[in-house]
């Protein structure tokens, strides 16, 4: 009986625990609600604080490319005073020179040959002369043209970011370029940054209200 009466309780007790709720898993919405605070945050920002990118003279040239960049768009206002501005704009740059050796060779040949023979016999009855001549020219003429020359390329790199004066990163991207046309490796990457941050906030400004499109920047092609 008592055996009978400790299996009751047993099985009462396992029938009415209840399993511990699974964690709440992180929902779709709430990632695409977190993109779209990023977006709102980026169209709020007017102006802006470049902070330092580095000591060296690189990195301070390519600061000033990024400064003038911002300044020529209109869109922004560049600021040096950091408790006024609605982001800061950090940076690494990376700028080196490489060698490029370059070789061409061209060359032509013409070549000749020329020649004849004669042979002539003459007699009379008992008695025979002959003579025989000949001759072979041959003629060859050849040029030949080489040049090698050494190219320096120099190539420049920027990864920039936009942060919030909380500390929240919203925008990024990460350029480079060998140089353009009219412009050398450093200023037109820095020029690429600034034009990749109009696009993306064009394409934030003519979105749908309410949209949440994540802003991931990637680099643009080459410059032709």
Not at 80 to 103: F, I, P, W
Not at 184 to 209: H, N, Y
Request: overall charge negative; glycine content about 10%.
């Amino acid at each position: 009986m008592f055996v009978e009466l400790m299996l009751g309780v047993f099985l009462l007790q396992a029938t009415t625990t209840a399993p511990d709720p699974a964690p709440a898993q992180p929902t779709q919405a709430s990632a695409k609600e977190a993109s779209g605070d990023d977006s709102a945050a980026l169209l709020k920002v007017k102006r802006v604080f470049v902070d330092n990118f580095g000591d060296d003279i690189i990195s301070k040239e390519v600061q000033s490319m990024i400064v003038s960049s911002l300044v020529a768009t209109k869109r922004f206002k560049v600021t040096e005073n950091r408790e006024k501005a609605d982001a800061v704009l950090k940076g690494v740059a990376l700028e080196k020179t490489s060698q490029e050796l370059h070789a061409y060779g061209e060359g032509t040949s013409v070549g000749g040959a020329s020649g004849g023979s004669h042979a002539q016999v003459s007699g009379s009855a008992g008695s025979f002369s002959g003579s025989s001549g000949g001759g072979f020219v041959a003629r060859h003429m050849g040029t030949s043209d080489s040049s090698v020359n050494t190219e320096t390329v120099n190539e420049a790199r920027i990864a920039i970011r936009l942060i919030t004066p909380d500390g929240d990163v919203i925008w990024t991207t990460t350029q480079e370029s060998k140089g353009a046309k009219y412009q050398g490796a450093s200023a037109d990457v820095a020029d690429k940054c600034i034009k990749q941050l109009l696009r993306d906030v064009e394409k934030l400004e003519k979105a749908p209200t309410g949209s949440a499109a994540a802003i991931s920047a990637t680099p643009s092609p080459p410059s032709q």
